[in-house]
């Protein structure tokens, strides 16, 4: 599989788990500082401005007295940027964050275990998914 449609694949996977709805049916709003700074990050993504679109993403992770909606939706933005870039570790702990959440479906989480095996062993890490 080359590097692009990896790449589209993961991209499929995390559209597919925003996309999904929400197992836990609590709060469903995010606060203004957070969509804003998310919403940067989802313009800097789609123009393939990588490094602004996670300085986006960490913006909106350091403001103060985030919700546990603003935290997961942020995990979301992170795991598509840090997908996209190749970024294993950032993209895995995100992916680990929506896993261990109720609000992720078993179908999305399924998907993103898979996203997390597929990209470890493009990465040649292959002990990085024996742990599961």
């Given at each position: 599989?080359?590097?692009?449609?990896?790449?589209?694949?993961?991209?499929?996977?995390?559209?597919?788990?925003?996309?999904?709805?929400?197992?836990?049916?609590?709060?469903?709003?995010?606060?203004?500082?957070?969509?804003?700074?998310?919403?940067?990050?989802?313009?800097?993504?789609?123009?393939?401005?990588?490094?602004?679109?996670?300085?986006?993403?960490?913006?909106?992770?350091?403001?103060?007295?985030?919700?546990?909606?603003?935290?997961?939706?942020?995990?979301q933005m992170r795991?598509?940027?840090?997908?996209?870039?190749?970024?294993?570790?950032?993209?895995?702990?995100?992916?680990d964050k929506l896993?261990?959440?109720?609000?992720?479906?078993?179908?999305?989480?399924?998907?993103?275990?898979?996203?997390?095996?597929?990209?470890?062993?493009?990465?040649g890490n292959y002990?990085?998914?024996?742990?599961?």
């Amino acid at each position: 599989m080359s590097s692009h449609l990896l790449r589209i694949t993961l991209a499929a996977c995390v559209a597919f788990s925003v996309a999904q709805p929400v197992a836990h049916a609590a709060e469903t709003t995010l606060s203004a500082g957070v969509a804003t700074a998310l919403q940067q990050a989802q313009t800097a993504l789609a123009g393939h401005k990588y490094d602004q679109a996670m300085s986006a993403v960490n913006k909106a992770d350091a403001i103060k007295g985030n919700s546990e909606y603003d935290t997961y939706v942020i995990a979301q933005m992170r795991a598509a940027v840090a997908s996209q870039t190749g970024n294993l570790a950032a993209a895995t702990a995100a992916y680990d964050k929506l896993i261990a959440s109720p609000r992720t479906t078993k179908a999305a989480k399924e998907q993103m275990l898979m996203s997390e095996a597929t990209m470890a062993y493009k990465a040649g890490n292959y002990r990085s998914e024996e742990r599961r």
